[in-house]
């Protein structure tokens, strides 16, 4: 390890209780990076005692020390786990902890992973550190977006959205973002530890990727494709415990309709995820309606509902125009929420509690872009699909304007509302497209192709807002490749120096 007389290695001369704490409460702390407060500076800064740990302590040290930070991080950030299984999905107490706690857990393991590894890999040399800290980090970031169904909520690169670092999203994703937020940090770690000419090639490496950044977010990677489409969208307001009882059914019936007659200059309009709590063949006089109205004014519509096809049930987005009708089928469901991957005991034993037992359908993982008649190609994305960035590139660069449907109501008056809203402004960003996001209570909102909010309403409450869209053509370069440039760099790096210091390890007497 380093020279013992480094300040930075003092930090650790701890009590191991006090220190866990400490990364538990460090982990907290870095919430605060992403929204609803959006301190973006926060999360460089906040990675310094981890990347300290990295150098100076030995990797079973600093597989725990990372342990501790991923729990307190995801126990801040996810903390509307419990009120969505217990609150709204109206689960037993033990059973929202249980899975909470399992959740958290996991993403602590998460971070050790990444602690064990950057820590062998640096084998206590700053400039090490330098190389292996962002691709350790990135490595193992993009393995919990995708493994056993994957939970990308957190990634590092969503806290930067309102930062210089956003300038990168078009050209390397949200990973490439999480590397250069972590390269950062480790480059002004380095800084703080090294002296002379050392310190003032820390200083440019600390500083390139946020002017950089700042240069590439005036770069204009997409253009219109036409006239702007008059979007209308509905955030009905109804309380997540009103939405299934009978005697609402009429009332929201009622509630969505009116929404088309009220806004006759409109060309688009979508309503939210099972906006109508329904399936399509039970209302399918309703549905008739709707085209009625639709066809006096020319009108696409887009609503969410749910696709009954015996035995399976469909999570899907219904397009209604005049005479056609076009459909999407969401394709990476909610486990736990959607689907239940539990043995056969454990779902009887919640049948006989009344609690959901049954799985919807997923969707074919490749759909048809729905096609409006005014030419549009429109890319839908369910509720939390809009998290898997990759998932979504398969319609690009056809898809002209991006739809995102939502039903936030499980969250409550929580921070994972707006969590998701920035999610979405990321993915708009990578795609340079227009982003309609339509939420059962918010937060709906018009983002454009810069992630910038354009219009937003209050949640908890109707709202129908009204803009014009304009559809968009051409792809960034993070549209074309996706996250391969950047986890492939990551790969190669975890790699090399792992190769090196088996090498090196191999080589000592």
């Not at 002004?188 to 000419?197: A, D, E, K, W």
């Amino acid at each position: 390890m380093s020279d013992d007389s480094n300040p930075s290695r003092h930090l650790l001369e701890v009590r191991p209780a006090i220190l866990r704490l400490a990364f538990f409460a460090a982990g907290a702390v870095l919430t605060i990076a992403f929204a609803p407060l959006g301190l973006y500076g926060a999360a460089p800064l906040v990675i310094l005692p981890l990347l300290t740990a990295f150098l100076h302590a030995e990797p079973r040290e600093a597989r725990r020390y990372s342990f501790w930070f991923g729990v307190g991080l995801f126990l801040f950030g996810t903390y509307w786990l419990y009120t969505s299984i217990h609150v709204f999905g109206q689960a037993p107490l033990w059973i929202a902890v249980l899975l909470m706690v399992g959740l958290v857990v996991i993403m602590g393991w998460y971070f050790a992973a990444i602690g064990w590894l950057v820590t062998v890999l640096a084998a206590g040399s700053p400039w090490r550190l330098l190389a292996v800290a962002p691709a350790g980090w990135v490595t193992v970031e993009w393995f919990r977006g995708w493994f056993l169904t994957g939970f990308p909520w957190m990634s590092l690169g969503y806290s930067q959205i309102d930062s210089p670092l956003a300038g990168w999203l078009p050209l390397l994703g949200v990973y490439g973002v999480s590397w250069l937020a972590v390269l950062s940090a480790s480059a002004f770690f380095v800084v703080l530890n090294r002296p002379g000419r050392e310190r003032r090639i820390a200083v440019a490496i600390t500083l390139l990727p946020w002017l950089v950044g700042a240069a590439l977010q005036w770069v204009q990677w997409t253009e219109s494709a036409g006239e702007p489409r008059t979007t209308t969208i509905v955030q009905g307001g109804v309380p997540q415990d009103r939405k299934w009882l009978p005697e609402q059914f009429s009332v929201t019936l009622d509630l969505y309709r009116n929404s088309i007659l009220e806004h006759p200059d409109s060309q688009l309009i979508v309503w939210p995820e099972v906006a109508i709590p329904a399936a399509i063949d039970q209302v399918a006089g309703y549905l008739e309606m709707l085209q009625l109205d639709l066809d006096i004014r020319g009108q696409t519509l887009l609503l969410g509902i749910l696709e009954r096809d015996r035995p399976d049930i469909y999570n899907s987005v219904l397009m209604l125009e005049s005479d056609s009708r076009q459909v999407y089928r969401k394709r990476h469901l909610v486990p736990f929420g959607e689907y239940f991957p539990v043995p056969d005991w454990v779902r009887e034993r919640m049948r006989l509690m009344s609690l959901p037992y049954t799985d919807m359908t997923q969707g074919r993982p490749q759909q048809p872009l729905l096609e409006t008649s005014d030419g549009d190609r429109l890319a839908i994305a369910i509720c939390y699909e809009d998290a898997y960035g990759a998932e979504q590139l398969y319609a690009l660069p056809e898809a002209t304007i991006l739809i995102n449907v939502s039903n936030d109501a499980w969250f409550g008056d929580s921070i994972a509302p707006h969590q998701h809203l920035e999610i979405a402004r990321v993915r708009a960003v990578e795609a340079g497209r227009y982003v309609v996001r339509a939420t059962n209570n918010g937060i709906s909102a018009f983002i454009g192709p810069r992630g910038d909010l354009l219009r937003t309403v209050q949640q908890f409450q109707y709202a129908a807002m009204t803009m014009d869209v304009p559809p968009m053509r051409g792809a960034t370069p993070y549209s074309i490749a996706g996250n391969w440039p950047i986890v492939s760099v990551a790969l190669l790096t975890v790699a090399g120096f792992g190769w090196r210091t088996f090498d090196d390890r191999r080589g000592r007497p």
